[in-house]
């Protein structure tokens, strides 16, 4: 790369770190690239920093020593977060998404670009201290809000499959109860999807008793993984507590009241914002 003016280079800087979270960059490899001395560089981070964290954009970890570097985690303010949710939460509770079973009609939603980028970065935020190496999701409606997460925090995604496919090659299947409907359902992945010892952050659309995300659990069970973390877009508030087959979660949205009457729902922000 040609050598920039310093306001071309603090741009460029930006665009890179952003493209590459959770990604340890050397100071040597920013100099390299854009032919500078290292303490330009370093002041350069300096800026991009204090700019990051004032306007809640993520954070700039810099590791001293040979092997060190700096490494930007995406990051949302609890402020702002809460108030995109709150707007996520009023769209949610247009009469029209009401579903019998007390389901809500969110497909629409996660086709959303700028709605998945924020809702990827919440959870991302919810879960930048724990050491994670995949992200799993059940087909089909979690897939976007599994790569959204996954984005944010730089780490592939596994999809597990209702059935399983000739094309996936060998692979585990098990069958699991519905926490909501209480019928046996069938869930399996491939053998080559997920190593062994994996630590896991789960993502899923919707939980009303939790029986889809407690199947993954016992499915990561047999793959020697540990789950790292739960993370839902909207749990229903609906079910009892000793109904909910868990309890460590993280929730974006909760839906709290729904008539099938009337088409009423309310929707308020998840227990994210109660921690």
């Known amino acids: 790369m ?7 280079r603090l741009v460029e ?18 100099a390299d690239r854009y032919q500078s001395a290292k303490s330009s560089i370093s002041e350069d981070l300096a800026i991009i920093k204090e700019v990051f964290e004032e306007e809640g954009i993520g954070e700039l970890h810099t ?41 809500l009609y969110i497909t629409d939603m996660l086709g959303q670009p700028d709605m998945l980028a924020d809702v990827g970065r919440m959870f991302a935020t919810a879960f930048a201290d724990r050491k994670i190496d995949v992200i799993m999701t059940v087909e089909t409606k979690g897939i976007p809000l599994a790569y959204a997460t996954a984005a944010c925090m730089n780490i592939p995604v596994v999809i597990v499959r209702r059935d399983n496919k000739v094309t996936e090659g060998s692979a585990v299947s098990i069958n699991y109860v519905s926490g909501s409907t209480k019928r046996i359902q069938t869930m399996s992945l491939a053998r080559r999807a997920l190593k062994e010892q994996s630590r896991v952050l789960i993502i899923d659309d919707f939980m009303k008793a939790g029986g889809t995300i407690q199947g993954m659990m016992d499915l990561l069970f047999e793959f020697k993984a540990t789950v790292a973390g739960v993370g839902v877009f909207v749990e229903s508030g609906e079910i009892e507590h000793e109904e909910r087959l868990l309890e460590d979660y993280v929730s974006l949205a909760k839906l709290t009241a729904v008539d099938m009457k009337t088409k009423q729902t309310t929707v308020v922000p998840g227990n994210y914002f109660k921690s």
């Open 13 to 30: 800087m930006t665009q890179y770190l952003l493209s590459r979270p959770h990604t340890l960059i050397s100071l040597t490899a920013f």
């Open 2 to 8: 040609k050598k920039l003016k310093r306001s071309s």
């Open 63 to 103: 590791l001293a020593g040979a092997a060190g570097g700096v490494k930007y985690t995406p990051k949302m303010q609890e402020a702002s977060a809460l108030a995109i949710m709150t707007g996520i939460c009023r769209q949610l509770e247009q009469p029209e998404r009401v579903l019998p079973g007390g389901y």
